[in-house]
C-alpha cells in the first residue's frame, strides 16, 4: 500500500478536533469513510511510526480492547505546519508538477510548508528577540 500523506493529516486534523482524550481506530475509519478501514488503518500504523500520535490498548465501553490515539508534541508540531489548506493545496500541487506524484518524505514536505506560508526560521529568531 502506498502512502498518502493527505490520508495522515486528515487523521491527525480528526484526532485533534475530537473533544475526546482517546480516539479509537474505528472511530477514525467511520468519519474518513471514502477511504478503506484498511487503509486507514495502515496509515494510522504510519502516523504513529512517525511518533506523530501516541497508541495505547483500551477497553471500549463493551469491554473489548482496542487502539486509542492522542496526539503527541511532534503531531502536534507537524499539524502547525500542515494545518493551512491553501498552503497544503498549493505544495501539493507543486510537487506533483515536479515530481509527477504527490508523496515526498516528511523532511522535504515540512521545509516546502513552511516556505508556502512565508515561515522562515531566521525571520522567526528575529521576530523572537525583538519581542525579548
Do not use: C
Not at 498518502?4 to 491527525?12: D, E, F, P, W, Y
Not at 471514502?34 to 511518533?51: F, I, N, T
Not at 500520535?53 to 502536534?76: C, S, V, W
Amino acid at each position: 500500500m502506498r502512502r498518502n500523506m493527505a490520508l495522515i493529516r486528515r487523521i491527525l486534523l480528526f484526532i485533534e478536533g475530537s473533544e475526546d482524550s482517546k480516539i479509537f481506530t474505528s472511530d477514525i475509519a467511520k468519519a474518513i469513510h471514502e477511504h478503506p478501514p484498511r487503509e486507514v488503518a495502515h496509515h494510522w500504523r504510519l502516523a504513529w511510526d512517525a511518533e506523530f500520535i501516541a497508541i495505547t490498548t483500551e477497553a471500549d465501553e463493551a469491554g473489548f480492547n482496542r487502539q486509542a490515539a492522542r496526539l503527541t508534541m511532534k503531531g502536534h508540531d507537524f499539524l502547525s505546519i500542515v494545518r493551512n489548506s491553501d498552503a497544503w493545496n498549493t505544495v501539493r500541487t507543486l510537487i506533483k508538477k515536479k515530481t509527477g506524484d504527490y508523496e515526498v518524505p516528511v523532511d522535504v514536505l515540512i521545509p516546502l510548508m513552511k516556505n508556502a506560508q512565508g515561515i522562515s526560521v531566521s525571520a522567526f529568531a528575529d521576530f523572537l528577540v525583538k519581542q525579548s
